[in-house]
């Protein structure tokens, strides 16, 4: 059940990426980012073959396009070319990439890319790089005492605060059923 919960959840943030990559902006407050309006990925929307030529190059946002892309099947869903370019961008820093393959590592896209080790790395990675989705995902795994951390209700009450601070709804609904 619990599972199922979380993919709902992290899928939510997939569907963000996807208005991304489609040219529209995930309002900065969500994102807790920099605003990338001086950044030329962040001016237009980009074609595939756009954010390849970029992403080799090294723009970190075509990275994440580039596997967004890849990961939603446009032009064809290649699971292993959508974790290399989110790894490529997670590992440079970016929140989103990081959740993103969080997401994957849950085994939800495809069970044979399951593993939970890279899973919670890659959401403290994020949650750590201000991601509320991140932020509120951990703070149910600690609520839980899930996937190899303990149960620590002081360390879900931090999470869903700083998820919450960030107008992420469900992690302010979290925080009122806290004495």
């Known amino acids: 059940m619990f599972i199922k919960k979380l993919a709902g959840s992290l899928f939510g943030l997939l569907l963000l990426s996807g208005c991304v990559q489609q040219g529209a902006?995930?309002?900065?407050?969500?994102?807790?980012?920099?605003s990338k309006a001086a950044s030329p990925t962040a001016q237009a929307p980009m074609d595939f073959n756009t954010a390849k030529v970029m992403?080799?190059?090294?723009?970190?946002?075509?990275q994440v396009k580039l596997a967004n892309f890849y990961f939603m099947g446009k032009p064809r869903k290649d699971l292993k070319q959508a974790e290399y370019w989110w790894k490529m961008a997670a590992d440079r820093g970016h929140p989103e990439a990081a959740v993103n393959l969080a997401f994957l590592y849950s085994g939800q896209a495809d069970p044979a890319m399951a593993n939970e080790?890279?899973?919670?790395k890659y959401l403290n990675q994020s949650a750590a790089g201000g991601n509320p989705m991140a932020q509120h995902m951990l703070g149910n795994f600690y609520m839980d005492g899930m996937h190899g951390l303990p149960r620590d209700t002081f360390q879900a009450k931090r999470l869903y605060q700083s998820a919450c601070d960030k107008k992420f709804e469900s992690s302010c609904q979290r925080l009122s059923?806290?004495?």
């Not at 080790?117 to 919670?120: E, H, K, L, P």
Request: charged share 30%; no cysteine; glycine share 4%.
């Open 117 to 120: 080790a890279d899973m919670i």
């Open 55 to 62: 992403a080799e190059r090294g723009d970190i946002e075509a």
């Open 177 to 179: 059923t806290f004495p």
């Open 25 to 34: 902006e995930i309002p900065e407050a969500a994102t807790d980012q920099p």
